[in-house]
């Protein structure tokens, strides 16, 4: 199971530090990622991470958005900075096999974070 936290409102320019914590499996065994989804939008991918620490980012994360992992603590974090209103979207945790060609197949609930103009 996926529990994500941290949403909430927020001003353009601002930071909010989302986190995720997993439970059941082996924490290490997975590719853990963000994806988000603005209203009337398709689910989109924001950035992922395997458990040596390795990062991918969407286009729109990189430069303002980090993705971090603790193993010993199952949990996946992803720092924030210079918010803008287009970042407005319910937020998703999702964690895959680190296996060749695996999907995402494990979902939290979602943390809406909403950015102000």
């Known amino acids: 199971q996926l529990q994500a936290s941290g949403g909430g409102l927020v001003q353009a320019g601002g930071s909010l530090r989302l986190s995720c914590a997993a439970s059941?499996?082996?924490?290490?065994?997975?590719?853990m990622g963000w994806y988000r989804q603005a209203p009337g939008k398709p689910r989109a991918f924001v950035a992922d991470?395997?458990?040596?620490?390795?990062?991918y980012y969407a286009d729109s994360a990189k430069g303002r958005f980090t993705i971090s992992r603790d193993n010993a603590q199952k949990t996946v974090q992803l720092e924030m900075n210079g918010l803008k209103p287009e970042d407005t979207a319910v937020y998703f945790c999702?964690?895959?096999?680190?296996?060749?060609?695996?999907?995402?197949?494990?979902w939290g609930q979602g943390t809406l974070v909403t950015v102000s103009s």
């Open positions: 999702a964690a895959k096999r680190d296996t060749p060609a695996s999907l995402y197949d494990y």
């Open positions: 991470i395997n458990w040596r620490g390795s990062t």
């Open positions: 059941g499996g082996t924490f290490s065994s997975y590719v």
